[in-house]
Structures are given as C-alpha cells and as structure tokens.
C-alpha cells in the first residue's frame, strides 16, 4: 500500500517546484519571447535557433568592440534604457499550434515579455501570432516565409525575413539566367517536388505560378506526405517525366531520402534546385557528403564581406557550438533580436504601443546586420522590402558559390552533373 | 406493501448529511467554477482552465464508448476534427456562425461514427481500436489532400475586430470562452449523467459484464452501441468545434492525430473510466501538468520535458492504473467511516412525526 | 521494404499475442537498435551489417528491462489502461532520451560495405533496400524455424493460446514471456540495423516505423507470425505500387483502405486465431 503513495508524492514535489521556479521573475532585464519546435520531430532546427538567440544575447548584453559595425555589438545592453539587459525566454512548441498557440500565451502572460520572435512553422506563427495580436504585443517573424502570414492585416505582425512569393521569383530569375548562359544543355520543363504542408503547398503554387512567366513549362507536381518512410514511388514518377529542372520543397529527412533514392535510380535532372537552403544544413552535409554537392538553393544567409562575420561565426561560434554551423537561422534570429532592440532603444521604453510605432519607422542599414540584406525597412503589411534572397550553387566540397544576385557572384554555375560523371 | 411504500417515501425524505454536504459542495463547486476567471486573472491560467475544460469535454465524449461502453476507441481524434473543420470552414467560407457549425459538426460526426460502426463494431476490442486509429490516418490522408477544405495549409480564420457570441469570437479576453466551454461541459455532464442514469446506460454496462450474455436476453448489442457511439461522436465533435474556434487555425496533422484520441483516453483514465467526474478530474491533473512541466523545462532543447512527462505517465500506469477515483474505490474502507456518517439523518423525517 | 516492415511487426504481434497487450513503444526500439548500429559505426567503424549481433543483444536487453521493469507489473493489475499507457510512456520516455544524448541531429552511417544499386536491364533495384529485404526473409525464416520447430517455441505458441493451460502444462510462462522478448528483440535489432544502411536515424524516427507496425499486425492477426509476413508484404507493395499509379500524395490511402476493408471481411486479420 505504501508504494502507491510514491507516485502522488513525487508528482506533488514536481508541481510544487514548478510553482516556485515559475514565480522568481528578475525585473531587471527586458524579457524577449521566443517559440520555437524544441522538442519533436523538428527539434534540430529549434536548437540552431536556440544557438542563435544565445548568440543574439552575447551580441547585446556584452561588450564587443572586435564586432563592430554589428548592430549593438560595442555597447552593454540597451543604450536608452541605461544599459538594461536582455533576456531571452524560450517557449517549445513541439511544431504543432496548438502548443504554439500556448506558449506564446505563458510567455506574455507569465513571463511578461515585451514581444515576441518565431516561430519557424508558418502554422506555430499563425497562432501565435494571433495571441500576440490580442494582447497588443508585437510578434517579430524571423524564419516563416508564408506569405499568408503578412495578408491578415495585423498590426503586430512584422517580418523581418523574405516571404516565399519574394525567394521563388529569385530563385526563378537566378536559372533563367544561368539557363541562358548554359548553351550546352537546354532547360524547358521544371517539376515541382513539394512536401504537404502549409510550406510546401504554398511553394509549389508560387512556383507553377511563376515558372511562365520566366518561360519554363511545369510538367507535374507531386507532392508527398512528409513523414514518409520510402519515396520510390515519387523518385519513380521523376524518372518517368524527366524533367529538365527540379524544384524540389522538402524538409532535411525527405530531401537527404530522395537524394539517396535518386543516386539508387542513378537519375539526375539537369538542375536541381532546392526552395530553401538544404545544403547549409549539417546533417545534409554530413549525411549526403559528395551526393549533396552541385545542387542549387537559396538562402538569406551568406558570409558577406564584413570584418565582423569571421571573428563571430567562426571563431565565437565554432568554439561555442562545434556541433553547428552558422547557417541563416542563427543570421535571422540575431537580425531579429536587433531589429527589436533597435525599436526599444528608439522608443525608449518597452510599451508595446510605443515599441510598435518605432517598430514601423525601422531603418536598419546593410552593413549593420550579419544578414547580406539591403538593410531593414517595413512594408504597412509587416514585411521586410529589404529581404532577398540569394542563389547559391554548392559545388565541391560544399564550397558554396553565389550565383546570384549580380553584386554578389562570386562564382560560375557548373551544370548538374551526371552520377557517372562525378 | 402499503407500509413499505411508505417507508420508501419516507426515506427518500430524509435528509442525510450526505445530501447536506453534497448541496453545499454543489453550490461551493459552482460558485468556485464561476467566479474561477475573476479569482485568477492571469490569462495564462484562464488559458489552462479552458483548454482543461475542452479534454475534459473530449474526455467524457471517450469515455461514453469506452469507459461505459466496450469499445476501446483509440481514433476519437476523428470526431473531434470533423467538428473543428465543420465550424471552421462554414465559417470562413459562408460566414456561418460557429453555433451552427457545431450543430452540423456533431450530425457529420455523428453519420461517419454510424458509417464507421457498422463495420468495427462487430471486431473484438483490440482490433477495434487498431481499426479506428487506421480510420485516423485514412482521415488525415483526406484532409491533407482535400483542396476545398484547404488541404494542408489547412483552415485560417479570421480575427475578427469585435467579440460577438454569435461568431464565437472575443477579442482579448478569455472570460468568455471560459463561461462557453463551462457551459458545453456541464452540458455534456448532464447529458452522459442522464444516460448512465438510463435503460441506455444499463444496457451498454451490461454488455461490457459479458455481451453475448446481454445479447441473449434480447439486447440489441449493435443498435446500442450506434447509438453510444453518436453521443460519443458528437460530444468529441463539440469539442473540435470549440478548439477550432479558439485556435481560430486548424491544420490536418494537428487534429487527425494519435496524441489528440491520446489526449482524450488519457484524461478519462486517469480520472478513472466509467465514473461522471473521472475525465474531468483526470484532464485537470493531466492538461496543466503537461503545460507545466513544458513551461518550466520545455525550452532547454534538450527534451527533458518530454522525458519527465514519459516518466510520469509510466508511474501513474504502475502505481495508479484504474484512476484517481479507482483510488477511493479500492481504498473504499478507509472511507466507510465516512460514509456511514454521511449517511446519517440530520433531520427527523416526518416519518416519526406521523403519529403527531 | 515490405519485408522489412513484416520483420519488425512480427515482433510486435508477436509480442502482442502473447501478452495480450498494445505495445507502443515497439517503433522506439527500432530506433535503438538503429542508434547502437551507428554507434558502433561512429566509434568502431563497424559496418551495420556487422553490428546486427550487438543490435540484437541491446535491444533484447532493453526488451527483457521493458518486461521486468514496467509490463511485468503493469499485467498484474486488471486495468487496461496500465496496460496500454506504460508502454506510451516508455516510447516518449526512450525517444526524449534519445534526443538528449545524441541531439536532434539526423544521423546517417556514411559508405556503408553495401551501397548503390543493381541494374537489371531498365529498373534499378537498390542494393541496401535488396539486402534489407533479404536479410530480414533470412531473420524471419530463422525465427519462424525457432518457433514452430523447437520445443520451446511450441511452448512458445501454448503460451500464446492460453496462459492459464500453459502455466497448468509445466510450462514457465513467465520465461515464455521473457523469450517472447528476446525473438522480438532479435527481430528488432535485425532490422534495425539493416534500415541504418539506408534510411535515416533520428529520435523520433520509430514512431513512422510504429504506425505502420500497427496496421500490419492487425492486418495479419494478433500473435500470427505468417500473417506479420503477408500484410507487411502487402503493406509494402500497396504503398510503392499506390505511389505509383494514384499519386504519391495519397500513397498512404490505399494502405489504410486495405487494412479497413479486410478488418471488415475478416475481423481477426488474415491470418488471426478464430
């Protein structure tokens, strides 16, 4: 009988010291909320964005002469606010909305933040989003690209991140270029290779709307469930249309199984192009190694030709997380994380009012951000009109080469090559 | 016979501490219940409360069929992601108040709970379950791919600038969607309490005693078990409509899935199947201890949460495998003490007053 | 992969069949085994081909700990949500784990012994899938063998029939349940291993593999070997094939629409005991 009250007793011992942590709130610092997937299928990415806060953190709160230009880089803190620190709490939502949903409401209610920044899935932002739109506290957009999410009109929501309607139509002007100056082979058909969920659906019917008007013809679209665990049939459909670009919308488990799928095929399309930045990701590059290379993708990230870049990716950040690689995620959470501190430190409070009104006059230039955007200013919907992307080939040795946009090549496309080629 | 009518009618007269005490616990429970978003006016804990309320919703819809009844249910997520699609797209794609969409949530739900039942009702238990999980996933597939109800971007709703009742929408404040979920609850409490009340009720804790015994004394076993599985389906479905309109965002991978019926069986049976107030006293442990456990370690990235959570629930299914009120059931000696006072009168019944 | 699939879900059912139980954290052992394969790969650089013996030790051990620690109990009591929710328990439980000490990362074995594919005339069959199949028909044939031809493993399938008339028999039942363990553990580990060499590892990867395992074993029968091995061929195919001719999109469809439809005609599985 007595073992039975060992269960109640432990639980009771957790909610009571659950109660207590919860209550020690230091009132010293401005609390920032972030939600990311933590845990679950999708918990790698939270934890690159998890890097990334920590970094943004490091970036504010201490002094880094060595890092200037970098936005917040020399001074302690937030100049205005007497140097007050930052803090970052962090919320796990699992990658679903509901969950999302409630700890964006823990996170304001409980924590008390000054705004909010997220959320990775376009579904995780919609809902919290929409709770940070009720209590009147803006929500920061650093990673989800749906355009969906600037169309609703709400006043809160900004986005410091390009959406997907701006990446597809760069991607698509980066290979009618690069389709022209290639005279060997001849590109005409592209086929559309999405995974079913608000992302990918989204790109894919950007991509069919597109593809067009930059003259190259969809032959299909297959769209798959992403949890899946073979994709014969979808590599075998591929094969069958052989198209001669792909445009492929996957997340990093799906795209590594199709690239191995299409090495067993022994296929390869004449371009292969991802709607994200697949190659920047270490378990792709780890996994995939030499079968990666040569594909071409997009992202906002780059290592731009500034004195700070080297000495934080890689010396502070290779030294903190040698599990990581600085990759866009880290870039566009610090870039979110100073958009916000720049929005405080010129309204000179944390009074989400005023926060928001700043906020819309944000002008943040090129040079004082680790992103290679052209700075960042908002649109009255809430994106950034600055935000683009940039096309990148990965060569060999996932040597990255930019292809695109023309400021920034600094290297030649090499056409897909065959498997028996390499 | 006259005298022991009498005295049936006289003991129904007395009034037992018992009954005082379940008077003044009902009033006390009902003003606490009510007053509950001004006591705590910490959204967040509002939040809990209602999501709390909604499982426990859930929960009771579960345990009709599978607490009561003997079909143990592992896909009562379809139930509850029909009613959130009926709503949420009647809403945004013909402006249909949510209260109609709830209404036409449960008769969808309750149609694809008789279209379902007739061929799963007939398996034994462990295949039933296993079958209405498959129905699950066979859903979601649907949805997923489904472009009128939005596939897989699934259903976005609008925030709408005014709260009305009539569109289910309340700007920044949570006290009415918690007074809207309080009151579907102790709508569906009534209704489950009124039938295990009934012949219904007998009938289908006859059938899970011993089903071809029921059967043979001229139960139809299928008939009821359709009919349990309507109530079942249709509560499930009120709490779908509930979700879909607080969330105000549904998504197929969200709602058609395993943790959704997971949710529901685990609150019902850590309250303890087959009693009024197990889901609800299950869903109030389990719903905030989850949140909190996830509040207060969640963001580590390193799964201690979850690892907690795995934990607690596997000491619960050792040490506490029939409930919370499976607990005093066994334990029913410490009690009886206790409920032989309660059973005692306070009040003299007229019954001894007669002869005056 | 249809073969692949039959090998971890005749573990299951086999497993079910003879406890009577749900497991739900079958797909978590998968990943186990796969986690140890490419530890060993990582540390050793032994090839998962070579580890299967270690995968198999490991994830009978944590099988047999599983047994001990938690179902051996959870039996005792009548509820069946003990039953049930333990085993739910224990998957969050070994798959957050997981997560802890390797971190979320996808983890892959790189150069593999067997790699690329084969060519007969146009199709291309690929090699790590055709020895996955293979070894698990091979893994498969031998725990079959064990079980219809040995003695213990017909007091195995009294077992499996009825506890009460077993136990009556002289037979031990509680170390039936420990080998019922140790054949699923060997079917786990195998096939474990053998999906390392082509699939990807991650913390949550068997809860795909559980899904799927679940329509296999009620699409052959509780506790039926030869019904694990048709539905999951069958699963296999329906998938691939579905793929094909519908649409990748609604691949999984068919796969449950079959299940449905046979639950409906035979409500005991394929292969199920009357």
């Known amino acids: ?422 | ?356 | 992969m249809g073969a692949l699939y039959a090998l971890v879900a005749s573990g299951l059912s086999l497993i079910q069949g003879l406890m009577n139980i749900i497991n739900f954290c079958h797909g978590d052992l998968v990943t186990i085994s796969m986690y140890t394969s490419f530890l060993l790969w990582s540390v050793f650089k032994m090839d998962p081909l070579l580890s299967i013996p270690v995968c198999i030790i490991v994830s009978t051990l944590v099988g047999i700990a599983t047994h001990k620690l938690i179902i051996s109990q959870v039996l005792r009591s009548p509820s069946s949500f003990g039953q049930m929710f333990s085993t739910y328990g224990l998957g969050i439980l070994i798959a957050s784990t997981l997560q802890f000490v390797f971190t979320p990362n996808y983890r892959s074995v790189l150069n593999p012994f067997v790699e690329g594919s084969i060519s007969i005339g146009a199709i291309n069959i690929s090699k790590p899938l055709l020895f996955g199949a293979v070894g698990a028909l091979l893994a498969y044939g031998l725990c079959y063998w064990f079980i219809r031809r040995t003695p213990e493993g017909q007091a195995l399938q009294a077992t499996e029939q009825d506890h009460g008339a077993a136990q009556m028999m002289g037979i031990d039942t509680e170390k039936m349940f420990l080998l019922g363990w140790t054949i699923s553990g060997f079917c786990v580990g195998t096939a474990g291993a053998l999906l390392t060499n082509f699939y990807y590892i991650h913390p949550y990867v068997g809860e795909t593999f559980s899904n799927i395992s679940f329509v296999v074993v009620t699409l052959g029968g509780y506790g039926s070997f030869e019904g694990s091995l048709i539905a999951g061929l069958i699963v296999g195919v329906v998938e691939t094939l579905s793929g094909y001719v519908i649409g990748p999109q609604y691949k999984l469809i068919p796969v449950y629409l079959t299940y449905l439809i046979v639950l409906m005609f035979r409500p005991r599985g394929l292969m199920g005991r009357r």
Request: glycine share 8%.
């Open chain 2, 1 to 356: 016979m006259k005298d022991s009518e009498k005295q049936l009618m006289n003991d129904t007269k007395k009034i037992t501490r018992g009954m005082v005490f379940r008077v003044i616990g009902g009033f006390g429970l009902a003003i606490f219940l009510i007053s509950f978003p001004h006591i705590f006016t910490s959204n967040y804990i509002r939040n809990l409360a209602i999501l709390t309320c909604m499982w426990a919703i859930g929960g009771q819809a579960w345990n009709v069929l599978s607490g009561y009844g003997s079909r143990y249910s592992m896909g009562h997520a379809i139930f509850f992601g029909l009613g959130a699609y009926s709503s949420a797209v009647l809403f945004t794609k013909y402006g249909i108040s949510p209260w109609f969409g709830m209404v036409i949530g449960m008769l969808v739900s309750s149609s694809v709970s008789v279209i379902v039942g007739f061929p799963t009702f007939k398996l034994t238990p462990a295949y039933y379950g296993m079958a209405t999980l498959g129905f699950t996933f066979t859903l979601q597939a649907i949805f997923l791919n489904w472009r009128w109800v939005g596939d897989s971007r699934g259903v976005f709703m609008p925030l709408l600038r005014k709260s009305s009742i009539f569109d289910f929408q309340f700007a920044n404040n949570k006290t009415q969607y918690y007074y809207i979920v309080l009151f579907l609850l102790v709508l569906s409490y009534f209704l489950v309490y009124k039938v295990s009340k009934s012949k219904l009720g007998f009938y289908i804790r006859a059938m899970k005693e011993d089903e071809l015994a029921a059967q043979s004394l001229g139960v139809d076993v299928m008939k009821n078990l359709q009919i349990v599985g309507i109530i079942s389906a249709s509560l499930a479905s009120v709490a779908g409509t509930f979700y879909a309109q607080y969330m105000l965002y549904v998504d197929p991978m969200s709602v058609y899935n395993s943790i959704t019926s997971n949710n529901f069986i685990l609150s019902a049976t850590l309250g303890g199947i087959a009693t009024i107030a197990g889901p609800l006293i299950g869903a109030i442990i389990f719903i905030p201890t989850g949140e909190l456990i996830r509040g207060w370690i969640g963001g580590s990235g390193k799964a201690f949460d979850q690892m907690l959570w795995g934990f607690v629930i596997i000491l619960i299914a050792i040490y506490r495998p029939s409930g919370i009120l499976g607990w005093f059931k066994e334990h029913a000696k410490i009690f009886s003490g206790i409920s032989k006072w309660m059973k005692e009168p306070i009040v003299r019944s007229n019954h001894d007053n007669s002869g005056m």
């Open chain 1, 1 to 422: 009988m007595k073992k039975s009250f060992i269960p109640v007793i432990l639980l009771a011992v957790i909610l009571t010291s659950i109660c207590f942590s919860s209550v020690s709130a230091a009132d010293d610092t401005v609390k920032i909320g972030v939600v990311y997937p933590l845990s679950g299928n999708q918990a790698l990415t939270g934890f690159e964005y998890r890097a990334g806060c920590e970094l943004a953190e490091e970036i504010i709160n201490n002094e880094h002469p060595e890092w200037a230009p970098l936005k917040f880089a020399e001074t302690a803190g937030i100049p205005a606010l007497d140097g007050k620190k930052i803090e970052i709490v962090y919320g796990d939502s699992q990658a679903t909305p509901e969950r999302g949903q409630n700890e964006a409401e823990r996170l304001i209610t409980q924590e008390g933040v000054v705004a909010l920044i997220g959320a990775f899935n376009s579904s995780v932002s919609t809902t919290a989003s929409q709770v940070a739109k009720r209590y009147g506290i803006p929500f920061i957009c650093d990673s989800a690209s749906s355009p969906t999410l600037t169309s609703r009109g709400f006043q809160y929501f900004f986005r410091v991140f390009g959406n997907d309607a701006i990446f597809v139509e760069n991607l698509f002007t980066a290979m009618r270029e690069e389709a022209d100056k290639d005279t060997s082979r001849e590109y005409k058909t592209v086929m559309v290779l999405n995974e079913n969920s608000l992302w990918g659906s989204d790109v894919a019917d950007i991509a069919k709307l597109v593809a067009p008007k930059y003259g190259f013809e969809v032959v299909d679209q297959i769209s798959y469930p992403s949890t899946t665990t073979q994709v014969n049939s979808e590599v075998q459909r591929v094969v069958a249309k052989d198209p001669d670009i792909l445009f492929q919308a996957s997340y990093v488990a799906d795209a590594m199984l199709f690239m191995r799928t299409f090495k067993e095929q022994k296929y390869t399309p004449k371009m292969y192009v991802y709607a994200d930045g697949k190659p920047l990701n270490f378990s792709y590059r780890e996994t995939l190694g030499p079968d990666g290379w040569w594909t071409v993708f997009r992202t906002v990230y780059t290592k731009k030709d500034a004195p700070f870049v080297n000495l934080i990716t890689d010396d502070y950040f290779s030294e903190h997380y040698p599990d990581l690689k600085f990759n866009e995620n880290q870039g566009s959470v610090i870039t979110s994380v100073q958009v916000l501190v720049d929005a405080i430190n010129r309204a000179g409070s944390t009074d989400p009012e005023k926060l928001r009104e700043a906020l819309t006059q944000t002008d943040i230039k090129g040079e004082e951000i680790i992103l290679p955007f052209a700075g960042v200013q908002f649109d009255e919907t809430g994106q950034n009109i600055l935000a683009r992307a940039i096309v990148v080939q990965a060569q060999e040795d996932f040597k990255f080469v930019n292809l695109w946009p023309a400021e920034m090549k600094n290297g030649d496309y090499v056409p897909y090559p065959a498997w028996d080629e390499r």
